[in-house]
């Protein structure tokens, strides 16, 4: 992933999404799932077009399965958008970038 993607352990989770000043999408996703890697591109566009106004996070469920109970996740990929330490949206199943863009406006600055 290009650094406009953060890579999240759970040791880094509660700093970079639950204290983060701005709305941060959580992708959660393993290496494995087609429908998982058809939104990585998806992803990377939409973290640089919102660079400054959301942050676009990735949890990898195989390496970090204590986050994805945690947060109930049972399908992937799961996009989860915090804001202000808590959840806020949650999305399932891979989509379009412009149904993605339509779901997250209202987070938007």
Known sequence: MKPDVIELREDDFEREVLGAQEPVLV?????????????????????AEMRGSMRVARVNVDEEPGLAARYDVFSIPTMILFQGGSVRKRLI???PKRRLQDELREFVR
């Open 93 to 95: 199943g891979a989509m």
């Open 27 to 47: 992708d959660f996703h393993a290496e494995w799932c087609g429908p998982c890697r058809t939104l990585s591109p998806i992803l990377l566009e939409l973290a």
